[in-house]
């Protein structure tokens, strides 16, 4: 029990590392070794995996991409009072850049070392019907798996776009809450701390060829915090989620005086999400309201409706089908967002998902595909991955597959179109 102690208390001193990531130079004069231990306890547990990732470019001259070593690590540790500590320490080195093997000019910022403290929470019961949870966390909203609509509260990375689902890429947040239980229902009351924000590609990468802006985010003051509330039930056949929060949005604007991109973008959300059980298929529906937004060179904050529908069917042996459809409108559209410092934004925007899972010799291998379009008519681009999962044994499994970016009508994906990548991944739990 004493490791999983320790690797809690060295979790929480790398907090302030946590957001960066270490500079490049600390990896250079030496090989750290990394010895991790499943060691279990009445009172704690640590385990995790540790991960072998490797990218080959196909269609430009980038060729071997990416060759990281990558570590995740969960603690959790129950004290005498029934509360309980857990944490989430994630980690990577990616050879690629110091190697020799890259066709890469630079080094972009935070890609060759990263540490991420992506949870560390303390959460108990105050009496039979009232529960805390307090600390950087992760915090689901809606049921969309594909589409994030409702699923406002955490950001994501999102630096290489496509290649991992969405449920992996959220990043944690500093926030309290409380969850409130009676009859079939919960209310949750949070108040978010820590004004975080999507990763999104830097100058150097495959995704961006343009010199990062310097930014301008808000504190994370107690004049800066965020409020979000939940009301959600689970009844006989369906679920029903009422959502609301007022905080920054994750969406940034430029200050074009400054030259800066700016994240003092806030909004209050409404939201509403449903699922239903009818035979095979499961219905899913969504729906979001922004009242107001801001875009760069546009005077008045706009008003946005997120709606999504979606429809899986489970009927199939070992497998589903599913199709996801979201649809984003802005209101009193002002011709000026529709230009590149806003992402080429269309009054409206439609994003279709197709989803396809299959599973082989006794669950062992798993076969995913998956399509992501943009467009009414899935004209704008978009990307399309094909991914297989075999468990070798109960502790190593190796996984590979191929992603195809779309070129499309949309200026803001179609210079993805290049990327094509091949992407295999070996890892072992422990």
């Given at each position: ?7 809690i ?71 005498d009072n029934?509360?309980?500590?857990k944490g989430?320490?994630?980690?990577y ?11 890469y000019?630079?080094?972009?910022d ?6 991420n ?14 529960d ?11 049921k969309s ?17 496509g ?24 209310l ?21 060829t ?5 930014t ?6 107690l004049?800066n ?22 905080t920054?949005?994750?969406k ?8 800066t ?17 009818v ?9 979001a309201?922004f ?11 706009k ?24 649809y ?19 009054q409206?925007?439609?994003q ?9 010799l ?9 399509l ?10 978009g ?46 739990i422990?």
């Amino acid at each position: 029990m004493k490791r999983a102690v320790a690797s809690i208390v060295v979790a929480i001193s790398l907090t302030a590392s946590a957001e960066e990531g270490f500079d490049d130079d600390s990896f250079d004069d030496e090989i750290i070794e990394v010895v991790a231990e499943h060691a279990t306890t009445a009172k704690g547990t640590l385990y995790g995996s540790m991960d072998f990732e490797s990218h080959y470019n196909i269609n430009n001259d980038k060729d071997l991409s990416s060759l990281k070593a990558l570590v995740d690590v969960i603690g959790e540790y129950r004290l005498d009072n029934g509360h309980k500590i857990k944490g989430n320490l994630k980690g990577y080195h990616d050879f690629i850049y110091a190697s020799g093997m890259s066709n890469y000019s630079n080094t972009p910022d935070g890609y060759e070392n990263e540490i991420n403290l992506n949870e560390l929470t303390v959460e108990g019961s105050i009496n039979s019907r009232l529960d805390f949870k307090v600390g950087r966390q992760i915090v689901v909203w809606g049921k969309s798996d594909s589409i994030r609509v409702t699923d406002v509260l955490n950001p994501i990375d999102n630096r290489v776009p496509g290649v991992v689902d969405i449920k992996n890429l959220r990043l944690g947040r500093v926030m309290s809450k409380l969850d409130y239980y009676f009859d079939e229902l919960n209310l949750s009351f949070i108040a978010l701390h820590e004004n975080r924000f999507t990763k999104t590609a830097s100058y150097g990468s495959d995704f961006k060829t343009t010199v990062d802006k310097a930014t301008n985010k808000p504190d994370d003051s107690l004049a800066n915090t965020g409020v979000a509330l939940s009301l959600t039930g689970a009844f006989e056949g369906y679920d029903l989620g009422l959502y609301f929060a007022d905080t920054y949005i994750d969406k940034s604007y430029l200050d074009v005086a400054s030259g800066t991109l700016q994240f003092d973008n806030k909004s209050k959300m409404f939201g509403v999400a449903y699922n239903q059980v009818v035979d095979s298929y499961l219905l899913k529906a969504e729906m979001a309201y922004f009242d107001q937004i801001k875009y760069t060179n546009v005077t008045d904050t706009k008003p946005r409706t997120d709606v999504l529908i979606g429809l899986e069917y489970s009927g199939i042996s070992d497998g589903s089908l599913s199709y996801e459809l979201a649809y984003r409108a802005i209101d009193n559209y002002d011709s000026n967002i529709y230009a590149k410092n806003n992402g080429w934004k269309k009054q409206e925007e439609y994003q279709q998902v197709v989803r396809f899972t299959q599973s082989y010799l006794n669950q062992t291998l798993d076969l995913l595909a998956t399509l992501s379009a943009f467009g009414k008519d899935a004209q704008d681009g978009g990307s399309a991955r094909v991914s297989l999962d075999y468990a070798i044994d109960d502790q190593v499994s190796i996984s590979g597959g191929l992603i195809d970016y779309l070129g499309g009508d949309s200026p803001a994906l179609d210079t993805n179109k290049d990327n094509d990548r091949i992407f295999m991944k070996v890892s072992t739990i422990f």
